[in-house]
Each structure stands twice: as C-alpha cells, then as structure tokens.
C-alpha cells in the first residue's frame, strides 16, 4: 500500500506540474496584434478535405468566403474523397458562384486525408498552405487575415492555430469542449515553451516551403492519421524555430460536438493508435501519465462510494487534480470568451476519468473504423 501511495504521489506532482508548465506558458505568450490597415502579400491556399460532410460542408466552405482577404491572393482546393452522400454537389453549387480560383479534386476511391492533402499541395500556386477539416466554420471575417499576418510577421513556417468546439448544453457535449479547452492552454503554452507537441489539421498553417522540406508525410504515410502532429514531429527536426501557436482568437474555427457516445469513443481511438507511432517521448509520458492520474481517480471515487470514506491521501489526489484542471478550464473560458456551461463541471469531471480509462483498455484490443 506504502509503495501505491508513493506512485500516487509521484504521478500527481508530475500531472500538476506538468499542467503549470503549460499554464505558465500560455500566460507568457502574448496575443498577437495585426494592425487592421495593413496588407497582405502572400498567396495563400486553403485546403479542405471531404467525406460525406454534407451536413457541415457548406458552412465550412460559407466562412471561408465571407472572409476580408484580397481574392486575388487566395486559392481554394477541395479534395472529396470518395464522398458517397451530396458532399460534391452541395461544395460545386457554391464554388461555381465565387470570384475565387478554386479546384475540385474527386477521388474514385478513398485515399485519406494524407494523400488528398498532398495531392492539393502539388497543384496549388501558394506559399503558404492552410488546412481546414470540413467540419469546421469561423464566425470572424478576419480568420484569414489573422493567420496571414502572423505568417509574414513572425516569419514562422509551421502555424499553430486554435480550435474550438460548437457550445452544447449536454454532457457528452460539455466533455468535449472542456477537454478541448484544457488542450487548448497546453497546445498553447507548451509552443510557446518551445516545446510544442500539439497542433490540430483542423486549423494548420504552414509554408509550402517547410513541407516540400520535411518530405510532406512520407516518414508516415503508412499510418492513417498524424498529419498534424506527426508532422508537427518532422518539422521539429529540421526547424524548430518556425514553430509559432497563434494565440488570437480572431484565428480560431469552430467544429462541431459528436453527439453519440460510440462515435467519440471510436474518435478517442483513433487518436490513441497513434500514441505508438509519435516518436515524442512527451507525448508518451503524458499519456501514461494522465492514464494513471484518471485510474487513481477512479480508484478514490469508487473507495469513496462503497466505503463511505475517502483516505486523506485520496481527498489530497482527487483536489489536487480538480484545482489544475479546473486553472486550465478558466483559462480557457477567458481565452475564448464564451460562456461555459459549468454546472457540468462536476459530472463531466468525474465521468471524464472513467472515460479515459474505458479508451485506454480498449485501445489495447480495438481498432479504430475511418470514416
């Protein structure tokens, strides 16, 4: 038990202090200014892959063409892959009534969102390249403007840039946009740490330069998803100091909340099949050591209910972490300026635990379905 309790011990230090870190960073990092009257320069393309998003590509594609940007600097390539639903009717409706040079790539069968990408950067005529996932939307017309600023002001190649999800008054709702929200300061604060290890293909940027560089995906084409942070991964090697996370919220797009608990639990999934394959060890060590910190909690939470009494060691554990999470959360509420449904706070907080546990058990027998 003495040996449980000194693991215990360990483990919540560390996920506290890792969490700080993190903070701490995201608290340094300025928010980036773009002066309003200045222009940009650079030719910019903004890649979108599809499959059967029909009920959110035309919101998606709506945002990016209401945005204040100079149409002639800018480019549109959708790659629908292999869309079996109206996705490449809907997008065709609306890229044939703008001014904007756009192209349609239509895979005959599913190629994944690696090759589509790559396939739209071999025939786009930008420099700088910008990632959207379908299921996105912004509500500011400077969206672009923003990046694009950052890009020629900073001099970074490889763009961080914030996603948010849609508010939803549910549980399974708001844990997702609180995990989404703790995610957001570390992304944050460990980039500007100089120790980025989180980026999202939902909202990337970055130079046509730094990917011909690093080869695109080709150090891991074989595995089906880590076009962000597994690229992420290849631009660290070779320039870490384009590395930048554009902290403003002009910048940020909204994506939608999975409304089923199968469908999350198979996106948590996916998103543990490539623990393995990052050859981060910070990732690593997060993942074993937020997997422990959630067992631990489960294990008082489940003491407490059947006993009738929490130790005080697990009273320590379990507000030692609801304080930290709860620092990531206000952080975040204040970054966004949204409202927060925090009467979920404690459910959602709770629940979260057993949820991670039950995506790390099953990660060990299940395989993840691609859409």
Same mark, same amino acid.
């Given at each position: 038990?003495?040996?449980?309790? %000194?693991?215990? !011990?360990? *483990? ?7 969490? =700080?870190?993190? @903070?701490?960073?995201? +608290? #340094? ?44 600097? %800018?480019?549109? !390539?959708? *790659? ?7 996705? =490449?009717?809907? @997008?065709?409706?609306? +890229? #044939? ?275």
């Amino acid at each position: 038990m003495i040996i449980v309790k %000194l693991i215990g !011990i360990a *483990v919540i230090l560390l996920y506290v202090l890792f969490l =700080l870190y993190g @903070a701490v960073g995201y +608290l #340094k990092l300025p928010a980036f200014q773009a002066d309003p009257n200045s222009k940009t320069s650079t030719k910019t393309c903004i890649i979108i892959c599809a499959r059967n998003e029909e009920k959110t590509i035309a919101a998606c594609l709506n945002s990016i063409l209401e945005q204040n940007f100079d149409t002639n600097l %800018l480019e549109l !390539i959708l *790659v629908n892959d292999a869309s079996t639903d109206n996705t =490449l009717n809907i @997008a065709e409706t609306i +890229l #044939k009534q703008i001014q904007i040079p756009f192209q349609i790539i239509s895979n005959a069968q599913q190629e994944g969102k690696k090759r589509s990408i790559t396939a739209a950067i071999e025939l786009c005529n930008s420099d700088l390249i910008i990632t959207r996932d379908a299921d996105t939307y912004t509500t500011n017309s400077n969206w672009l403007k923003t990046i694009v600023s950052f890009f020629e002001l900073s001099k970074a190649e490889f763009i961080i840039a914030p996603v948010d999800i849609e508010p939803d008054n549910s549980f399974l709702g708001s844990m997702q946009s609180f995990e989404n929200d703790a995610l957001c300061i570390l992304t944050a604060g460990f980039a500007a740490n100089k120790k980025a290890f989180l980026c999202n293909g939902a909202n990337l940027a970055f130079s046509k330069n730094i990917f011909q560089k690093v080869k695109g995906y080709s150090s891991h084409q074989n595995i089906a998803s880590g076009d962000d942070v597994l690229f992420l991964e290849d631009v660290k090697k070779i320039a870490p100091e384009k590395i930048k996370y554009l902290k403003q919220k002009e910048a940020l797009v909204y994506t939608y909340p999975l409304k089923k608990t199968s469908a999350l639990l198979n996106q948590k999934l996916r998103w543990a099949s490539k623990f393995d394959s990052n050859p981060n060890q910070l990732n690593q060590i997060l993942g074993i050591l937020v997997f422990l910190c959630h067992v631990y909690t489960v294990f008082f939470m489940v003491k407490g209910l059947f006993s009738h009494h929490l130790p005080v060691f697990g009273l320590f554990f379990v507000l030692m972490r609801f304080f930290i999470d709860f620092l990531l959360l206000f952080l975040a509420s204040r970054y966004y300026k949204k409202a927060i449904f925090w009467w979920w706070l404690l459910p959602v907080w709770a629940g979260y635990s057993f949820f991670v546990l039950s995506v790390g058990i099953l990660s060990w027998f299940y395989k993840p379905k691609w859409k």
